[in-house]
């Protein structure tokens, strides 16, 4: 039996080791903060979380039409790391949804370097610093991957309700478009809709370091016709295989019963 338990706690999986920076709630109606725990005034790459963003400035362009449309297809030397569904045919819906990347860098490079930094601006996006990797004008391929975009979890919070509350500078049609790609799921009687970021610092040598990945979940929940605004932040204390952006996702809906008792929802 002692041997028999040993083996079993040696194939158990080990525990995920990653500090949480920032978990916050906000009432989205009114913005006010019903949970804050860590450092939510901290900037880190917004990274796959951006393209709740880019969904709002992409219609507002005229870039985006709905759900299905335009459709685009993956090229040759295109971003593929993310596995078969970004190969191959990708709606708007799916580009959301599988995070893909090369679907951005067409909507940033369509945008050109002007317009997308004004706006970017203009929504008040963090640091609002699309430029890229300093000395090498990648900022329409990769400003919002682990380069020049910084943002909080406390902005981030902002601009979530910003977009609810259809207060920010663009048409109400491209706010509720970005809105309706949010990806849902339920989880103990709320209804979830958001977008997971995960991105890995460079070195110095600009290598990635692995071990340090930014996992984002931001989102809002939805229950009896209130709406809560849900943001974590957490970064790796070591390697671990898979998103950082998706173990923060499931995180909070593994302990979605005690934040909301912490927040008193």
């Known amino acids: 039996m002692k041997r028999l338990l040993l083996c079993l706690l040696l194939l158990a999986p080990l525990p995920v080791r990653a500090e949480v920076i920032c978990l916050m709630l906000a009432d989205a109606r ?7 725990e860590g450092d939510c005034d901290r900037r880190v790459t917004p990274a796959s979380t951006f393209k709740l963003a880019l969904a709002v400035i992409g219609h507002d362009a005229g870039l985006l039409e709905d759900a299905e449309h335009p459709v685009m297809m993956w ?11 970004w190969r191959g045919a990708v ?12 679907y951005s860098q067409r909507l940033t490079r369509a945008l050109g370097g002007g317009r997308f930094a004004a706006a970017v601006r203009a929504l008040g996006y963090g640091n609002a610093d699309v430029s890229g990797d300093p000395g090498f004008d990648n900022g329409l391929e990769r400003a919002w991957i682990a380069s020049s975009l910084t943002i909080s979890g406390r902005e981030q919070v902002e601009f979530l309700q910003r977009l609810l509350n259809r207060q920010l500078p663009v048409s109400a049609e491209s706010m509720a478009f970005a809105e309706s790609l949010a990806t849902g799921h339920e989880v103990a009687g709320w209804t979830f809709h958001g977008k997971t970021g ?3 610092p460079r070195r110095t040598d600009r290598s990635f370091n692995y071990a340090r990945g930014w996992g984002w979940y931001t989102g809002w929940a939805e229950r009896d016709g209130r709406r809560v605004i849900v943001v974590r932040l957490a970064q790796d204390e070591e390697r671990h295989p898979g998103s950082p952006g998706l173990r923060s996702r499931d995180a909070v809906f593994a302990d979605w019963a005690g934040i909301a008792a912490r927040a008193g929802l």
């Open 91 to 102: 709606s708007p819906h799916e580009w959301m949804r599988d995070s893909v990347v090369w």
């Open 198 to 200: 995960g991105a890995y």
């Open 30 to 36: 009114t913005g006010v903060v019903l949970l804050e």
């Open 75 to 85: 090229q040759p030397g295109d971003p593929d790391w993310g596995g078969d569904s």
